[in-house]
């Protein structure tokens, strides 16, 4: 491999992002950990676990309830952190940001919530074929309650959506394209902003799964001018458990309750409840407060580091794990769109993909394997799974060597 395609750009010191993560500093199976699983869960920087630490040892307490001097702290820093990510997303109110258990909740809440009350027997969803279950399976539970039908946008052999097939199924039927921003089985970055143009222009809404995207770039929610907008901190170097929906106001407004319970209501009697204003009509019960106070720490270290170069770094070292890996012989990459965030989903013949995920684990290096939830667009290019290795902004060069040397002895042992 030439020496000038492994280097990241000039501003970005990876050895320096590299300190702020103490679990990469560890050895797994008697070799350092090679971490490639960000796509499944980024890692955590020191100032997210400490904020989290910080907040149980001196400010634990209940928000929007106390009448002392913690649950006043406690409600700061939560609302604050709400301030922290609409400003992430640039939202234009800290009231569209809605505190959720993470993307898959975020989805499922849209489509209970809006689904039961919008939609009619005959309506069409559309969603694209490479999705993630949880981008799927919401909308088919409330089709088939309301008779609408859930249809799929087609995906080509490298993993690149078909936007003139999209253009063609496009009619006043369709309520709904949901789509996510990047796939997480292939990486594919999707063309988000003309979906939401496309749909707007015969009446549908457009939902945006953005757990695979909002690490990797600054995401402007009013650029794209989507109607809702879902990820999940953990994905966004936050805690789990924790998620995001972004929604434009009327349409929160005009949406009813999708739990019941304390927090999420006006004024509540046997004669009738009314419902509490945004944000909080959607977040019945104690919320994960610790949580949305780590995502605010997370939100803080992004801000503090040049998100620019960040992706540049990533997109040199997919450029540089690709080329690897089409000098590989018997190596397949699977998911080859031209627009493609850090993820590099491939296949080693003759080997399953479990056995080579065991086999890289015992030398260290940690990726996912399988259908990765997304069963349709394995399916369809006739595999069970892939091995992925997804990368982030803390990984190096050296890792990718690390990986390639031990495929190359996962293929000596098998
Ligand atoms: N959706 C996550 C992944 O792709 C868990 O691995």
Redesign the pocket.
């Known amino acids: 491999m030439p020496e000038h395609a492994r280097h990241s750009p000039p501003a970005f010191d990876v050895e320096q992002i590299r300190q702020d993560f103490p679990i990469l500093h560890q050895q797994v199976n008697g070799h350092p950990l090679v971490y490639l ?1 960000n ?3 980024t890692q955590k920087p020191e100032a997210v676990i400490q904020a989290i630490v910080d907040y149980y040892r001196q400010d634990n307490s209940n928000v929007h309830r106390g009448a002392h001097a913690l649950a006043e702290r406690a409600t700061e820093k939560f609302e604050a952190a709400r301030g922290k990510v609409a400003g992430l997303i640039n939202a234009p109110d800290n009231r569209q940001i809605i505190w959720t258990r993470g ?1 898959t909740e975020g989805i499922n809440l849209v489509a209970a919530s809006w689904g039961r009350s919008q939609l009619q027997a005959g309506d069409r969803i559309l969603v694209s074929a490479m999705e ?1 279950h ?1 981008n799927i399976v919401p909308w088919q539970m409330i089709a088939s309650e309301m008779g609408a039908t859930v249809e799929a946008i087609p995906v080509d052999a490298s993993g690149t959506l078909n936007m003139a097939a999209l253009a063609e199924m496009l009619d006043e039927r369709v309520r709904m394209v949901a789509c996510g921003h990047v796939s ?2 292939l990486g594919s970055i999707n063309p988000v902003a003309d979906i939401v143009r496309m749909a707007h222009a015969v009446g549908a809404l457009c939902l945006i799964d953005g ?2 995207a909002i690490s990797h770039w600054p995401v402007d929610v009013q650029a794209l001018d989507c109607d809702f907008y879902v990820f999940s901190a953990h ?1 966004l170097f936050g805690p789990t458990g924790l998620g995001v929906l972004y929604g434009k106001a009327e349409l929160l407004e005009s949406m009813p309750p999708y739990q019941g319970g304390g927090e999420m209501i006006e004024s509540v009697s046997f004669a009738g409840t009314t419902y509490n204003q945004l944000p909080y009509k959607f977040e019945a019960g104690t919320p994960d407060i610790a949580g949305v106070i780590g995502l605010g720490a997370a939100v803080d270290y992004l801000q503090r580091i040049d998100r620019v170069a960040a992706a540049a770094h990533e997109q040199a070292l997919l450029a540089y794990a690709e080329a690897r890996a089409k000098a590989t012989p018997g190596m397949r990459l699977v998911g080859t769109a031209a627009h493609k965030t850090a993820v590099m989903s491939f296949l080693l013949e003759g080997a399953h993909p479990h056995d080579v995920g065991m086999l890289l684990d015992q030398q260290g290096v940690a990726v ?1 394997t399988g259908n ?3 069963q349709p667009i394995m399916d369809q290019f006739g595999i069970p799974g892939t091995v ?1 290795a ?1 990368f982030s902004i803390y990984n190096t060069f050296a890792e990718v060597d690390r990986l390639f040397e031990a495929l190359a002895k996962v293929r000596e042992f098998l």
């Open positions: 699983d796509a499944a869960t993307t993630h949880s997480n089985a757990a695979q994905k996912r990765h939830c997304a992925r997804s």
